[in-house]
């Protein structure tokens, strides 16, 4: 992310209520604007309303969840879009086109009965209904490779495929249509460290190549200290601190926060052990 890059997205007054018996204020008038090619990190513990403020950016969210007040708009090429007043038709091609969205626990979200290949292939004619079979191959093949997955696994179905290399093809999915935002909710929580750490390392190393801006959702704030731009964090649905990771990491300015950093052990020493190998030279550059 360049320092002087122009919003992509702006998130302003957002209040999301769960309308149950007793309703829930998930998310507590939420400003927040992000950058193109900026990873905005989005910490928290849980139930502090991450997954509803992500949901409801993307127009995801569903009944009992009501959008009380907000304004939420799209900075793109043709001007903006005022993504709260999108009809259906509309939604469905800004949800690939311009902001998609990669889900913990790809197996949920991949199809168990269609080859990786059917898949891509649904998602590119759904959108690009005149695309060529060979346009569709290369496509397909080019999204592949670019997350570190073989092309020659475009046969296999999803139970062949590893846990990281299941995240690793729906990352490709959400990458498919060349969106300028990705939100990733937990996309990497339920592997391996070694396999994580390979697929968050992929996912700054995409987010350079191609410029698109991420919002990376996690209680991990350790993780979002080595990934991140800059970085939100939640607490009871509101928004109470958002800094460059670097910042938020020497001087975070609300207790809650303070409180968390003080919560990982692992924090203690120098900040970000692992995937600051290799690129935190470009992260300090970035913040
Ligand atoms: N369908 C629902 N009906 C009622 N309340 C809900 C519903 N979904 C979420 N909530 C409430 O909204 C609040 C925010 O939940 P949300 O899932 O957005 O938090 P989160 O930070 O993403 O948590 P997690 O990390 O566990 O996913 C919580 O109090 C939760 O109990």
Redesign the pocket.
Known sequence: MKTDAEPVLTVEDLTVV?E?EQP?T?VKNADLTLHKGEILGLA?E???????LAYAVNRLHRP??RIASGRITFHGDQGDIDILALEDAELRAFRWERLSMVFQGAMNALNPVLTVRAQLRDTLLAHRPRMSRKEIRERSEDVLTRVGVDPRRLGSYPHELSGGMRQRVMIAMAMLLEPQIMIMDEPTTALDVVVQRDILREIVRLRDELDFAVVFIT?DLPLLLEISDRIAV?LEGEIVELATADRLYREASHPYTRRLLGSFPSLSGERGAFIRTGIDETLEERA
């Not at 849980?46 to 509803?52: A, D, L, Q």
């Open positions: 769960y149950t829930v998930a928290g849980s139930g502090c309303g991450k997954t509803t009992p969840a209680h939640m």
